[in-house]
T-cell receptor
Framework: KNQVEQSPQSLIILEGKNCTLQCNYTVSPFSNLRWYKQDTGRGPVSLTIMTFSENTKSNGRYTATLDADTKQSSLHITASQLSDSASYICVVSPFSGGYNKLIFGAGTRLAVHP | DTAVSQTPKYLVTQMGNDKSIKCEQNLGHDTMYWYKQDSKKFLKIMFSYNNKELIINETVPNRFSPKSPDKAHLNLHINSLELGDSAVYFC????????????FGPGTRLTVT
């Protein structure tokens, strides 16, 4: 079982609608949690980063939340646009004390339709 | 002014061949990484180099050999390619004390036939 689980696997929404993607993790202790956006055929690009003490972080229409007690994070996208169509990957960085190795979720593939 | 670049973007080759993928970053980072993204889309780290020295070597067949001629370059050489090597390979870089903030290249899609 992967240490970072994301749901749903895929999601289709209409342009202008909101959506929320979920991430559950078992990595403990952890240093920080990031959400990446990966467009088709491109490398992941960071959207938000939160340390274990932060509850929420926004980046434009993207808002990430973190509940360190339940080990859950969510990424909320408001007023979706066609360009939001991509995979969204939750990434947890263990607090290993040395060189951190990122642990990736499998991602949620979002399709925004006109 | 691409930050992390990889070449080639696509690579199609036959089983048994030897191939290389190149990676360059112009961010001034000391640490570089190679990841493999399989068909299930999981990104798994393969190698990490800090200032030309190997610091992470996950359980990767020794057919894979990274080479870092300088801290701005990390190339991946693969010998005796197998069907299971087909995947997208991503290069990334970061400051050594900010390994959680990695910048990724565009990926190289390797297809072994």
């Amino acid at each position: 079982k992967n240490q970072v689980e994301q749901s749903p696997q895929s999601l289709i929404i209409l342009e202008g609608k909101n959506c929320t993607l979920q991430c559950n993790y078992t990595v403990s202790p952890f240093s920080n949690l990031r959400w990446y956006k990966q467009d088709t055929g491109r490398g992941p690009v960071s959207l938000t980063i939160m340390t274990f003490s932060e509850n929420t972080k926004s980046n434009g229409r993207y808002t990430a939340t973190l509940d360190a007690d339940t080990k859950q994070s969510s990424l909320h996208i408001t007023a979706s646009q066609l360009s939001d169509s991509a995979s969204y990957i939750c990434v947890v960085s263990p607090f290993s004390g040395g060189y951190n190795k990122l642990i990736f979720g499998a991602g949620t593939r979002l399709a925004v339709h006109p | 002014d691409t930050a992390v670049s990889q070449t080639p973007k696509y690579l199609v080759t036959q089983m048994g061949n030897d191939k290389s993928i190149k990676c360059e970053q112009n961010l001034g980072h000391d640490t570089m990484y190679w990841y493999k993204q399989d068909s299930k889309k999981f990104l798994k780290i393969m190698f990490s180099y800090n200032n030309k020295e190997l610091i992470i070597n996950e359980t990767v067949p020794n057919r894979f050999s990274p080479k870092s001629p300088d801290k701005a370059h990390l190339n991946l050489h693969i010998n005796s390619l197998e069907l299971g090597d087909s995947a997208v390979y991503f290069c990334a870089s970061s400051h050594p004390d900010r390994a959680y903030e990695q910048y990724f290249g565009p990926g190289t899609r390797l297809t072994v036939t």
